[in-house]
Every structure is written in structure tokens, then in C-alpha cells.
Nanobody, 112 residues
Framework: QVQLVESGGGLVQPGGSLILSCVASGSIFSIYLMGWYRQGPGKQRELVAD???????NYADSVKGRFTISRDNAKNTVYLQMNSLKPEDTAVYYC??????WGQGTQVTVSS
């Protein structure tokens, strides 16, 4: 069993910043890919960013230049630094490991 615990969501004004964290624990033999996805109201779940164990990074076009993904392999943790937040970033953000394991999600609301 693998458990993913996300933290760091909340309510923020437009233009503000948040940092999300996701810690993986349990029967993890190797983590190849760590990523963040989101699902906004009435929308499908979409990739926000992911990072491989080799350091390759992908970002959704909508967050390029505003969000930064990073990982700490020693702590089995992935982070998402979100700057210049917009109302359209409002969503439940999910952590993912190896395209298999999902966290429970953390709500991010951008509103004035």
C-alpha cells in the first residue's frame, strides 16, 4: 500500500501564492514520476506538472512561468509552488506517483 498526503491548499486572492506538498509513504520501491493534477468545477482532471526521477519536467501551458514543481527524493516529497494565481486556477489539486497512486486532493480557491 502507498499513501499520499497532500497539504497546503486554501483560499488565496488573485495574484497570491501557495505552495502544495505531497508526502508518499508505504510500500514504495521506486518513484519514477511525481506529478500534480487538478480538477476544476465541471471540468475533467488535467495534468498541471510532473517531474521524473531524472529531473525532466513538464508543465501545462496554462501554468508555465507561474508554477514550479520540485521534488525531494530523500523525503519522497513533491512540491508545487504556485505564484500569480488566477481565479481559473481554482480546483482540487491531486498528487500522483508513477501514474498509479493518487492522493485525496487538496482544495485551492482563488477569489477576492
Amino acid at each position: 500500500q502507498v499513501q499520499l498526503v497532500e497539504s497546503g491548499g486554501g483560499l488565496v486572492q488573485p495574484g497570491g501564492s501557495l505552495i502544495l506538498s505531497c508526502v508518499a509513504s508505504g510500500s514504495i520501491f521506486s518513484i519514477y514520476l511525481m506529478g500534480w493534477y487538478r480538477q476544476g468545477p465541471g471540468k475533467q482532471r488535467e495534468l498541471v506538472a510532473d517531474i521524473s526521477n531524472g529531473g525532466s519536467i513538464n508543465y501545462a501551458d496554462s501554468v508555465k512561468g507561474r508554477f514550479t514543481i520540485s521534488r525531494d527524493n530523500a523525503k519522497n516529497t513533491v512540491y508545487l509552488q504556485m505564484n500569480s494565481l488566477k481565479p481559473e486556477d481554482t480546483a482540487v489539486y491531486y498528487c500522483n506517483i508513477n501514474l498509479v497512486f493518487w492522493g485525496q486532493g487538496t482544495q485551492v480557491t482563488v477569489s477576492s
